[in-house]
């Protein structure tokens, strides 16, 4: 799996608007639905927050990582977004979030949101790949980022 050749400009965005977690889901939710990623906007979210009810996805250092297995994902897709303003969200170490990566898999056997989310928090522990990430200002930016990173 090449992190590197699966972000998609349409669910790439810097400065998006939400005052709650709520606002994060619908609108990352539609992001994911205009982008053709999913067939059904609101069973996505739905599984959203039941995932969400299992254990909080905000992994600390200003980052979520919500994520949805479901019927209605058409093909493994992630959006990288980066909040105008912080919001709060139960996270590890009960800072509010700047920044979503909000994944979206298939329901199939292979398990290829485990995989999706193992090389993104992976890569998420290495300082200097989470700045640039939380840093960047394009999506040039953000594709070297993940193909420097899959380089090391």
Known sequence: ??????????????????????????????????????????????????????????????????????????EAAFTLVKLKTPVEWESLDNLPVDYVIMLAAPNTSDNVHLEMLSRLAASLMDDDFRNGLKDATDINQIIDIFKKKKED
């Open 1 to 74: 799996m090449n992190i590197a050749e699966m972000v998609d400009e349409r669910l790439v965005s810097f400065g998006f608007e939400a005052q709650n977690r709520d606002e994060v889901f619908e609108g990352l939710g539609k992001m994911m639905y205009e982008a053709g990623k999913v067939t059904d906007l609101e069973e996505y979210v739905k599984g959203l927050y039941e995932r969400e009810a299992e254990f909080p996805t905000g992994v600390g250092n200003g980052i979520a990582i919500p994520h949805c297995k479901s019927d209605c994902v058409k």
